[in-house]
């Protein structure tokens, strides 16, 4: 079975991630292979990927796209970890970069979402169409998607002559982020659907948003037109069918009576995500002391990228030497590996009953012999929060940053991994804790729920409100820091089932396979039949 995926990330390449979709597509394809697929792995070069060295181009043509003729180049990049039987390309065009050099995504201005990331993703997506029509990769099984920057080729197949040899490719749609939809409008500017279509006629309830009727929404349009409709855990799966009650309850982001009819179509599966387990991987354990000193090396360079050092480099650099200076290890160590936005540390930020913020309890369970370092990047809002709890706290170290090599030294030394999402459709960060033997203390929703359970590997905590769930996450540290002060066996049998939790990328891929990649009875239309009327009714 030959695989082709589409996505905007791929960690393979160096410079291809920003987040955990990247993960998936470099470790995913490998796992294919081990099972006897062929996968090849597409994704914009972004005007640099193409240039990687060893970078060797494989195939060009012209692509009509807004009625002008744009020439594609496909390169091979070698991958920096190869496997026999996954091949990585690049689509080539110099409109698919980004403003700024090596940038994936951009960020538009809040009256024009998506604006400029929806016009590349477009082109793409028409390269993509076209390669495919010309074999550009032989012959393909199945095409797999990947989130709402690839799901105009949905949407071209169903309507595009043009594209009509793509009508024999199953094609899968994966979900990992729900909440970017990819929302422009139908006509009337520059980064609209009717501007990507030239003409082409398209069916107004395929492809419209159900709250903005004047806009397509790409993802939706994904859900409604794909074989299958793939969310990265079980949990998650059933967790979207709600309506959304944010912020306590996200669902599914406007999408549900679509979800609710793909799953009624058979076309819905939860399937989740895996984990890397290398034989001869060795956890970076260091002492308390020398761990600290690493994190401070890694304070001092992101200082000299900011220019004068923001506070809450100082105040981290201040904290790890306070720590450095103690003659004991602090009493328990919670770490977290974090984006702070609010889907992550919403429940740290707000109040419980009490009236406190969840973290400032946590910290007072903790008391002053514990210690809890936070790494991550985020809103503005939610780092100046975290830089004014670090200068109230001493029992709080906040990293403000990101690195690969300091996250792996919190994966591997601390004591209690907390990740207190409010929704998480997987979740790799805890994960990666419980391979290396650190619990975790989870909220149980979406994969969180289906991969860390209570007195096993970790502790979860619930609630129906806010102020219920900050109390419960409270309730769950209050049960773990008890447990490691007084019963240190059973804490040591928990640290040995979070080291033996097992989440592998090859039973993933199996179901892929089996509920994903599988021949379809389901009938498409032709490109240019028409299931309702052509656009929006009047």
């Known amino acids: ?41 597409v994704v914009p070069s972004y005007n640099f990927l193409h240039a990687l060295p060893g970078a060797r181009k494989v195939f060009d043509f012209g692509l009509d796209f807004r009625h002008t003729l744009h020439p594609i180049d496909i390169y091979a990049v070698p991958a920096k970890n190869p496997h026999a039987g996954v091949d990585q390309f690049v689509l080539h065009h110099p409109a698919l970069a980004a403003y700024d050099p090596h940038r994936i995504y951009h960020d538009d201005p809040p009256h024009r979402p998506f604006a400029t990331d929806a016009n590349r993703f477009a082109l793409f997506c028409a390269a993509a169409a076209a390669a495919l029509s010309l074999r550009a990769w032989g012959a393909v099984d199945c095409l797999h998607l990947h989130d709402w920057p690839t799901a105009l080729l949905l949407v071209l197949r169903r309507f595009d ?4 040899p793509l009508a024999k490719i199953r094609m899968v749609f994966t979900i990992h982020n729900l909440a970017l939809q990819g929302v422009r409008p139908l006509a009337g500017d520059d980064s609209s659907l009717e501007a990507w279509l030239s003409g082409t006629p398209y069916d107004w309830f395929t492809v419209a948003d159900r709250r903005w009727t004047n806009c397509v929404n790409p993802m939706a349009a994904a859900v409604r ?19 959304s009650r944010p912020p306590v309850f996200f669902g599914g982001e406007g999408l549900e009576v679509d979800l609710v009819n793909a799953r009624g179509d058979g076309r819905l599966q939860g399937i989740l995500n895996g984990c890397a387990y290398p034989a001869d991987r060795q956890p970076p354990r260091l002492e308390f002391a020398k761990m600290l000193a690493v994190f401070q090396s890694a304070v001092i360079e992101w200082a000299g990228d900011a220019g004068p050092a923001p506070r809450a480099h100082f105040l981290a650099y201040t904290r790890l030497n306070d720590w450095i200076r103690k003659p004991v290890r602090p009493g328990l160590l919670l ?8 889907q992550k540390v919403l429940l740290l930020r707000a109040a419980g009953s009490d009236g406190r913020p969840g973290l400032e309890s946590l910290l007072a369970t903790l008391g002053e012999k514990g210690l ?52 998480e459709p997987c979740g790799i960060s805890q994960m990666l804790a419980l391979r290396d033997g650190q619990p975790c203390l989870v909220h149980a929703v979406g994969g969180l729920k289906d991969t860390i359970k209570e007195g096993v590997n970790g502790f979860c905590f619930g609630g129906d409100f806010l102020p219920e769930q900050v109390d419960s996450l409270v309730a769950a540290a209050c049960r773990a ?3 490691f002060k007084n019963e240190a066996r059973r804490w040591k049998g928990l640290r040995a089932q979070a080291a033996a939790s097992r989440f592998s990328w090859d039973a993933s891929v199996r179901q892929y396979i089996e509920k994903l990649y599988r021949a379809s009875d389901r009938k498409l239309p032709s490109p240019g039949e028409s299931r309702g009327k052509e656009k929006r009714p009047a």
């Open 1 to 41: 079975m030959h695989v082709v995926m589409l996505a905007s990330e791929n960690d393979s390449l160096a410079g291809g991630k920003v987040g955990g979709l990247a993960d998936v597509v470099r470790d995913a394809p490998a796992a294919l292979a081990q099972r006897g697929c062929k996968v090849s792995v």
């Open 161 to 164: 002559a043009a594209c009509a």
């Open 225 to 243: 037109l794909a074989d299958a409709v793939h969310v990265v855990s079980p949990t998650y799966a059933a967790e979207i069918l709600q309506p």
């Open 335 to 342: 770490t977290s590996v974090s984006r702070l936005v609010d």
């Open 372 to 423: 809890y370092i936070l790494l991550g990047t985020g809103s503005p809002e939610n780092e100046a929060y975290f830089t004014h709890m670090s200068a109230r706290h001493p029992n709080f170290i906040f990293l403000n940053g990101f690195s690969d090599s300091v996250a792996d030294l919190l994966y591997a030394n601390g004591d209690l991994f907390v990740m207190p999402s409010s929704f």
């Open 481 to 483: 820091t008890l447990l």
